[in-house]
């Protein structure tokens, strides 16, 4: 409640340390909740609006459930490293791994809830996330919102510009091609 509707106020006053554990279970289980319900919509939408979605079975979205499941623990903590490296690179790594860990766990159980919804949950909680997870880097870490919004978006404006390059170097390869 603290992360959806408090969101300065609970990260300002959230623990930087005690553990791993809870917050790690505080994502997961929404998040499991959340595939489950989100491959049930699947089923169920592909069969009352089949020009929509993909035929998907269940023998397929049982064992990919099971696979994120398992894997969700891992995962937070790469994109919690992730995002420590990214708040290390624009300098607002002011506080312990762990406190990036917290705030990616705490926003991650918290906006699953918006995949609950169908449709436009995924939208919902992908918009939700990132707005927490500034708040929270920037009132765990002490920094600036701007500083956190820069370690945020930093990834994609990398991607970004990886994807312009490669662009440019294959227009210009077939172009070079087409010269000879």
Not at 52 to 58: D, P
Not at 75 to 103: C, E
Not at 128 to 149: D, K, N, P, Q, Y
Request: glycine residues 10%.
């Amino acid at each position: 409640k603290g992360v959806l509707f408090d969101t300065s106020n609970f990260f300002s006053s959230m623990r930087l340390d005690g553990g791993y554990w809870m917050p790690m279970v505080f994502a997961w289980i929404p998040l499991v909740v959340a595939i489950c319900v989100s491959f049930s919509y699947q089923l169920l939408f592909q069969n009352i609006l089949p020009a929509l979605h993909e035929n998907i079975s269940l023998w397929f979205m049982l064992p990919v459930a099971l696979l994120i499941s398992l894997f969700a623990p891992i995962g937070m903590f790469i994109a919690a490293a992730f995002g420590h490296l990214m708040l290390l690179l624009v300098g607002g790594a002011k506080q312990p791994f762990q406190a990036t860990f917290r705030v990616l766990c705490y926003t991650w159980g918290a906006t699953s809830l918006f995949l609950l919804i169908p449709f436009c949950g995924g939208l919902i909680n992908g918009i939700w996330f990132m707005v927490a997870e500034i708040i929270g880097l920037s009132r765990a870490h002490g920094i600036s919102t701007g500083r956190s919004v820069f370690a945020v978006l930093l990834p994609m404006f990398i991607c970004c510009a990886a994807g312009i390059i490669v662009f440019f170097l294959v227009v210009g390869i077939m172009a070079m091609k087409g010269l000879q």
